[in-house]
Structures are given as C-alpha cells and as structure tokens.
C-alpha cells in the first residue's frame, strides 16, 4: 500500500491546470481538460480556420446545385453561362465529373452537373445511376 499513497501525493502535488480555462484538473491523471465543455472550447477554437474553411465551400456547393436545380426543374434543359454567372453561381466548385466515351466531361454539383457546349451555353443535367 506505501506506493500507492507515494504515488497519490506525488500526483497531487503535480497540479495540471486546464489549458482552456486555467483551472485545477482533477480526476484521472492523463485528463487533459477540466471539463468536457473546456474541451469542447479548445478544440472548437483549434479548429476554427478549417472549419470556416468548409463551410465556405459546402455553402457554395449548395448554392451551386441550387442554381443547377432552378434552371433545371424538368431534369434536362440547356441555359447561357450568363445566366448562371448572374444567378451566382461559381464554376470553380463541383463535387465530381464524369468523362463519357466521347470524352465529353460532365462537371457535377453533387446530383446536378452540367456539359460545356459551344458558344457559351451548357447542357445541364441530372446524375443517373449510371453516371460514375
């Protein structure tokens, strides 16, 4: 039993304090935070960048398909780059593409896509289950 009760003072007198908050830690000896919310805190702030970062990028996604989406209610149509450009919507974002045979590229905004054409218009279209 004396090196338990070595190993408990020792442990006591070696006070970690929480790096969200500053407080005494206690508990188990390889706890990091005081609290679950201090964790939560830390990691959240750590994080901050990447997570704006994303969520940036799935809105303009979303409003991407969005955009895809109100110009193409019937599942087949074809619409000017201009009125795309207008309604906002950002060409360097798509989900996936597909390439056909032909070599034809369908760039995708999650099930919405849409195929250059000649003379600044595009086909858009709806991903079928055989479309990669």
């Known amino acids: 039993m004396k090196p338990f ?3 408990y003072n020792r442990l006591m007198m070696e006070e ?3 790096p969200e908050c500053g407080k005494a830690i206690i ?5 990091k935070f005081c609290s679950d919310e201090c964790r ?6 750590k994080n901050r960048h990447t997570n704006n970062m ?13 955009i895809l989406l109100s110009f193409n209610p019937a599942g087949k149509a074809n619409v000017a780059k201009s ?12 989900t996936n593409t597909y390439t056909t045979k032909t070599g034809k ?15 600044d218009y595009f086909s858009l279209v709806v991903k079928q289950d055989y479309i990669g």
């Not at 939560?40 to 702030?45: E, K, R």
């Open 27 to 31: 508990g188990r000896a390889d706890k």
């Open 83 to 94: 009125k795309l450009q207008n309604a906002g919507f950002n060409f360097n974002y798509h």
């Open 105 to 119: 590229t369908y760039y995708f905004c999650y099930d919405q896509g849409y195929l250059p054409l000649e003379n």
């Open 16 to 18: 970690k304090l929480c």
């Open 5 to 7: 009760v070595n190993d």
């Open 54 to 66: 994303m969520r940036q990028v799935n809105a303009t996604l979303k409003r991407n398909r969005d």
């Open 40 to 45: 939560s805190a830390f990691n959240n702030a």
